[in-house]
Each structure stands twice: as C-alpha cells, then as structure tokens.
C-alpha cells in the first residue's frame, strides 16, 4: 500500500512538472506572437498564436491577440471562434468586451458595438465608441467622443469628418496633425470654408510626402483639380487632371455617376423617335393663325432655366466661397444648391406663364377641391424618397439637398412639367406622353435622377387622378417641411447623408 502511494505521488510530480513545462512553451510561443505582432509581421504572429494554442487551447492572451489581428484586417469570420472561446473564458475581461465590440461595429451592428464596449475610457474604446456613434447619426456625441481622445490621429481625423457632416468645417481648422492624412483632411476643411488658395498650398506640400502607391495621393489629386478649377486655374487643373487620367479611369469614374441620367435619357429619346415617327405627315404642316407650342418649346424653357440658374450658382460661389464649383462641393453646396433649384423653378414657371398666358397656367391647376390631395402625396414623396436613400446608399448615387427652398423650386417645376408640359406632349404624341411626361424632370433637371423619375411617376398619377399639377405642387412643399421638421433627427441625417 505504501510503495502504491509513492508511485501515485511520483506519477502527479510528473504531471506537474510536464503541465509547468507545457505553460511555459505557450508563454513563449506568446512571446514570439507578440514581437512580431508589435511589427506589424500579422502572418508569422498569427502562425506564432496558434502555436501556442496547440500547447495550450485555452491560452487567453493567444486567443485575444488571435482575433485582434484578425480585426485588424476586418477579417470577422475569421475572428469569430477565437472571440467567442475567449468570451467563454473571461467574458468580463474589458479586452475580450473590447473585441467583440470591434466585431460588432465591422459587421455593421453599431448598437451591439455599443453595448459590448467596457467602461475603460482607453484610446481605442473611445475610438469603437465615436465610429459607431457617428454611424448612427448621433453626430454630436460622435464629436464628444472623439474630443477625449486628442492624442490619436484616428479620433482628430474622426473630429474633421463629423465637422464635415455638421456642416461646421472652420471649427476643425488648426485641430489635426502633421501626418498626410491628417494635412489632407486639412486641406478639405479649408477648401469647404471658402479657403481655397490655403488649401492649394496645403495640398501641394502633402503630394510630396506621399508615395505613388498610397491611397490617398489618388485622393490628393482629385481634391487639388477640384481646388484649382474652383479658383479658376485651369491650366493647373488640366495638369493635375492628366496626372489623375494615369491613375484611374475618369471616363468610368464619370460613368458611374451619371448612369441613370444617361439610362434615362436613351429611353426618353427613343420614345421620342417613336413618337414622331407615328405622326402623319399632313399634321406637321398644318396651318393655323394661333401661335401653338410643343414639347419642343417646354424643353427650351427648362434648358434656358437651367443656364440662368447654374450662371446664379456659379456666381454665388465665387462670391461667397471664391470657388466656381461650390454648388458641386459638399458644404458649400448647401447653401448654393438651394438657390440653384429657386431659381430654377421660378424661371421656368416665369417663362412658361409668358409664353402660355396666365389664363393657361391656371387651367393647369385643376380644381380647387382636389388641392387637399397634395398633402397626403407629400407623405407618399417621404416614403420615395426613404426609399431611395436606401437603394442609394450601396449604388453611390447622389442625395436630394433636404433645404426648403430646394422643394419650392420642384413644386414651381411640377406646374411647368406636369401642368403645362403634359398638355404639351399628349397633344403630339398622343398616348405616349403618359410615358414622356414623367420622364422630363428626370432628363432636365440635374440632381438625383432615379428619384426625379420615381417621384415623376407617382405625381404623374396623381396628375391624371386630380386633373390638375396643384395636387402635385402642394406634395412638393409638404415634403419641404416634414423634411425640415425631422431633417435633424440622427436617423435621417444617417438615413440621407
């Protein structure tokens, strides 16, 4: 019995030691994941980790370091099973709760990141908790976030977008760093504050700094030909556009901007093509002592509006910002793209009334007892255009400006397209100007076009159920104030920014 104890005794002193031995090996291989972790060497620190893993299946920092690296690469699925057997282990670890809210926000769940990231107010926690902020909406905690963490360039590059967003871009100026990315981000600040030739200069001195192969010296180029065509140095503009011509393709970069405006221009000329070669011939020649017009005329008007308005924006621009593409840059755009679609409501509808006569223009409107109907079609262009944010978000395409004179502009349009322009087009090619007419706003005023097209659709149903574009003018302005009414609230701003 006694010599059968000893043997048990000697057997767990076996057993130790090879447990102590085994320990130390995963520590070890740690140690080597570690070093070429904090060299940024991920495979051989991944090949490392696992290592020590096979010593030690339940080695906490191996399993933490594993998905970080993962992360790192925003390779979640990967990370996934490191997570969660970590989770199992240590679920109150702050790293481990740090990690899985890293996950979450790489895979989309802003609130979840939320809701997993510890109490720790380190760098990187503060960082998971303003991204996630921000692509909620909540612009304004966002901003606070970022603020506590001065010291990462990620957090003052993070402060310059959500100033960008708000749009605040002067507060940023003096806040970010030395680093390029940081000098660039600068530089779009200055650009949208109306400092154009501060951002010129800024610009040039962070080419330089970055080499050909970066990311950001294509985004570089593409910000200095915006500067030097807004300043009017089209020679310089040229120069660096060439140099953006060997790096991507404009061509294709236009293209995927303006896809549906082309996609519905081919359809509204071949409808046109087949509508005049339905006309008897004997109609083009028929003689009449009343002056008459046709579609013709209503797109002369809409294009004359169009020139008047964009000659007003420009202008607008270079006064206010020094910057002839203002109506085309983000903040900036803001205030000029308003006044663009002002005006170009109200020329065409001035126009329109001076070559039709107001007497035709008011029997466009339909009846007073259909008016009403304008405001439930308002609620009708919401959903349409939440619908569109929604399609447009994964495409690129561009959003309408949620400004209210913008919706004033479009309710003037609708009594020229629909009320004037439907008559227009029946009279000529017949039937097919139910088709036609919804695509006249799509094709002649420049902004979002599947949304034109979509709300063009449902007005032009409204229109033929009303008898009148009062209905559809009254939806417009609806749509203008609910948008200004809600416009501020976090989810709107995410869903339509």
């Not at 200069?201 to 192969?213: A, F, I, W």
Request: aromatic share 10%; proline share 6%; glycine share 10%.
């Amino acid at each position: 019995m006694k010599s059968f104890r000893t043997i048990l005794f000697a057997v767990g002193i076996v057993f130790s030691a090879f447990t102590v031995q085994a320990q130390r090996s995963a520590e070890e291989y740690y140690a080597q994941c570690l070093d070429f972790y904090s060299k940024r060497a991920i495979d051989p620190a991944q090949s490392a980790c696992q290592l020590a893993l096979s010593v030690n299946p339940n080695h906490l920092p191996s399993l933490k370091l594993l998905a970080r690296s993962y992360l790192d690469r925003e390779q979640t699925v990967e990370a996934s099973g490191f997570l969660e057997q970590a989770n199992t282990l240590a679920p109150t670890d702050p790293e481990v709760q740090f990690l899985g809210a890293k996950s979450s926000l790489l895979r989309g769940d802003f609130n979840g990141a939320l809701a997993r990231l510890p109490a720790t107010p380190s760098t990187e926690v503060l960082l998971v908790r303003g991204q996630a902020l921000e692509n909620l909406g909540r612009y304004e905690e966002a901003l606070r976030v970022y603020r506590e963490a001065p010291d990462a360039a990620e957090a003052r590059l993070g402060v310059a977008r959500i100033l960008e967003r708000l749009r605040r871009p002067s507060e940023g100026l003096g806040l970010l760093g030395n680093t390029p990315r940081e000098r660039l981000a600068e530089a779009r600040l200055q650009w949208l504050s109306g400092k154009p030739e501060q951002a010129a200069r800024v610009l040039e001195g962070v080419l330089p700094r970055l080499g050909p192969s970066d990311p950001d010296y294509t985004k570089t180029l593409g910000l200095l030909a915006n500067v030097y065509y807004g300043l009017g140095d089209f020679e310089k503009g040229g120069l660096v556009m060439r140099q953006l011509s060997a790096r991507t393709s404009l061509p294709s970069a236009l293209l995927g901007k303006v896809w549906p405006w082309i996609l519905v221009f081919l359809v509204f000329l071949g409808l046109i093509l087949y509508g005049e070669s339905r006309i008897e011939p004997m109609r083009t020649v028929e003689m009449t002592s009343e002056r008459r017009y046709g579609p013709g005329s209503l797109y002369v008007w809409l294009l004359v509006a169009v020139a008047v308005a964009g000659l007003v924006a420009v202008v607008v621009g270079q006064v206010l910002y020094q910057n002839l593409l203002a109506v085309f840059t983000p903040v900036q755009g803001e205030v000029v793209r308003p006044i663009f679609y002002l005006l170009l409501g109200l020329v065409a509808f001035l126009i329109t009334m001076l070559r039709v006569g107001r007497e035709r223009l008011n029997a466009a409107l339909g009846p007073r007892s259909s008016w009403s109907e304008g405001v439930w079609a308002g609620g009708v262009l919401l959903a349409i255009l939440a619908a569109y944010a929604l399609l447009g978000r994964p495409l690129d395409l561009s959003n309408l400006s949620l400004i209210y004179p913008v919706f004033f502009g479009l309710a003037l349009l609708e009594l020229v397209v629909r009320g004037v322009g439907s008559g227009l087009t029946q009279e000529r090619y017949r039937d097919l100007g139910t088709f036609m007419t919804p695509l006249v706003m799509a094709v002649f005023v420049p902004g979002p076009t599947l949304f034109f097209l979509l709300a063009s659709v449902f007005l032009g149903w409204l229109h033929k159920r009303t008898g009148g574009a009062m209905p559809g003018a009254i939806a417009w302005v609806v749509l203008g104030v609910i948008v200004a009414v809600i416009g501020s609230l976090p989810a709107v701003r995410t869903l339509m920014g």
